[in-house]
């Protein structure tokens, strides 16, 4: 954070149930749009699938004590070992607008040191969850 401002990037992705993979958007292949509650995927090819907004996932922009990447999204499964120890979903929180993870907000794990290991996300790897 710089200030009060602050400075991430805002990238969303979602599952496409019918062709069981992750859907990135904006990108150099495809255009999307919302409409009435969905969200419209159109590929060049003409091809075209509608995701409820419900499937949505936000980008959450951290990244490790040395400015790398951490590349964590909402829905991934992380391994947590400090705080709320186990495997763990991030979620978004509106009543405090924050990601979550275990009950404790994804940045004071990070922030805090706590070994975090992403092991998958919940659409890909569901059984991690049981």
Known sequence: ????????????RAWDEVN?????????????????GELVYFDHDGGRLILSLSEEMQYTGLKDKNGKDLDWWEGDLLE???GASGTHVIEWD????????????????VRDGYKTEKIG???EHPDLLE
């Open 20 to 36: 069981q993979k992750t859907r990135y958007w904006p990108d150099k292949t495809n255009m999307t749009f919302w409409r009435d």
């Open 80 to 82: 947590l070992d400090g």
């Open 94 to 109: 509106n009543n405090g607008a924050c990601f979550m993870c275990g009950g404790d907000e994804l940045l004071v794990n």
């Open 121 to 123: 996300n919940i659409h």
């Open 1 to 12: 954070m710089k200030g009060n401002v602050m400075n991430r990037e805002i990238k969303f």
